[in-house]
């Protein structure tokens, strides 16, 4: 149930699994040229309010000279990416190899400068990941090496290697099984701190429970939207560098190399990086106003951005669109047979069209699916069966025609001259039940959750604040 609760979106990790992620735009933001212009202030980009004559309003709760002068030079790309955290050293070792990691796991291929970037955003996360430890430590929790044994065989499983040829791959890429191993140490010991110090003292009322049930009820037959999220946090200082590279991401966005997921784990600030910036399905009502703004004018596949929020800039992407606690005809589950007819090499735009049409008129005289495999033998098709595609999950112009298709029927072929062409046979279709509401134990699951999340975050924030770090 996503509906009303958003699941920590802003910062802090992700439990449960472990996370690698990549890049982010704090990075960036950090290394990026100084602003030639003041930042705008408006949703979208071009718009809004500037600061006249370099002033700065003061909502910072800091008493700052307002003509201040630094004494003494600090360049950030002196500091090497070693640090003693509480006595525990982290290595230039350490960050080199996680950093091996974050790109093997991303498959990025990453630029001198970028990788000099990254370092410093790896280091930071290093570090965080020591203080969970130590604290864990406090509460008498420890990871066995057999736990972490096991946990890494499920990581190479997910991999598709043995844990042997896991290691050999980490060591290939630059990392190491013990980079792994540490990262995977200070996801189980904060996932078990968390459970022994944090979840015992968070509490959801019948009330509350009973409240969300009332709210979607009462909001069955509005719209809800499927969206992705890219979060760049921004401070007054730095929001003109941070609104700079959200332009560029976006425009990177738009030219279609990479998808947007692809994007979400290098760039987001947010926690959903880890899930590609999946914000899943959620109502207007229960988003920033203008995040809920741009969402209700959106059209699905769009992406807008970037937008201003608190804390920052949001690029959004609009996968999917439905209403609440409504049937939806996409939702219906088909039967389906493919004919696949496949190109011999070389085959020129005329040579395909001219297969296409032949292949068109084969599946025009199908007399439902018991005709199909006749029908592929004698034009050299290959056919294979599916009982369970949703209409929602084939593309978006194959939706449209399969909603229009009958029983028996084959969609238009399609593909390309150096793919193939293909048709689909609708052989059967199971409607979509009507929407479901959420039962009060998913509802409460949810909101603790959501507790859990942000009073991890809080922690980790005090320990911040008071750990002793020494940068070497």
Not at 75 to 100: E, L, M, S
Not at 131 to 155: C, M
Request: aromatic share 4%.
């Amino acid at each position: 149930m996503k509906h009303d609760v958003r699941l920590a979106a802003r910062g802090g990790r992700v439990i449960g699994a472990v996370v690698l992620a990549a890049l982010t735009a704090s990075a960036i933001a950090q290394s990026a040229p100084p602003p030639q212009s003041p930042a705008p202030q408006g949703g979208q980009a071009g718009s809004g309010q500037t600061v006249q004559d370099q002033s700065l309003p003061d909502n910072t709760g800091l008493d700052i000279p307002t003509n201040l002068q630094i004494f003494g030079k600090l360049d950030p790309n002196v500091r090497k990416p070693t640090a003693i955290v509480n006595d525990t050293v982290i290595t230039g070792t350490d960050v080199d190899q996680r950093v091996a990691l974050v790109a093997m796991a991303n498959e990025a291929k990453l630029s001198a400068e970028d990788r000099e970037r990254l370092k410093l955003q790896v280091l930071r996360q290093l570090i965080d990941e020591t203080l969970q430890i130590q604290e864990a430590k406090t509460a008498d929790i420890t990871i066995t090496p057999a736990e972490l044994t096991q946990s890494y065989d499920a990581v190479s499983k997910r991999f598709n290697r043995t844990p042997v040829a896991m290691r050999t791959y980490l060591r290939e890429s630059g990392s190491s099984e013990r980079s792994l191993k540490r990262q995977i140490e200070g996801e189980l010991a904060w996932q078990r701190y968390l459970r022994r110090r944090v979840e015992p003292f968070v509490n959801v009322g019948d009330e509350e429970v009973k409240s969300i049930i009332d709210r979607l009820q009462a909001a069955k037959g509005t719209d809800e939207f499927n969206l992705k999220e890219i979060y760049l946090a921004a401070t007054p200082a730095n929001s003109q560098q941070v609104y700079t590279n959200a332009k560029q991401i976006l425009q990177e966005i738009q030219k279609g190399a990479q998808p947007f997921e692809y994007y979400a784990r290098q760039f987001s600030e947010a926690s959903t990086r880890a899930v590609g910036g999946d914000l899943g399905w959620i109502r207007a009502a229960t988003l920033p106003g203008p995040l809920s703004e741009a969402a209700t004018t959106m059209q699905v596949g769009q992406v807008a951005g970037p937008i201003e929020v608190a804390g920052g800039y949001s690029i959004l992407y609009l996968t999917d669109k439905r209403q609440v606690l409504t049937a939806d005809p996409r939702d219906a589950k088909l039967s389906l047979k493919q004919l696949t007819l496949r190109f011999p090499p070389n085959t020129n735009q005329a040579q395909a069209s001219a297969r296409a049409q032949a292949f068109a008129k084969a599946t025009q005289e199908l007399r439902g699916c018991g005709t199909v495999e006749k029908v592929a033998a004698g034009i050299g098709a290959d056919v294979v069966d599916n009982d369970t595609v949703r209409i929602r999950d084939l593309p978006p112009q194959l939706q449209e025609v399969m909603l229009k298709l009958q029983v028996g029927e084959s969609s238009p072929p399609f593909g390309s001259a150096e793919q193939g062409v293909r048709a689909l046979v609708l052989c059967g279709r199971d409607e979509a039940a009507g929407g479901s509401l959420p039962n009060s134990e998913q509802i409460q699951g949810q909101l603790e959750q959501q507790r859990v999340n942000l009073r991890a975050q809080q922690k980790l924030r005090d320990l911040r604040r008071d750990a002793v770090v020494e940068y070497r």
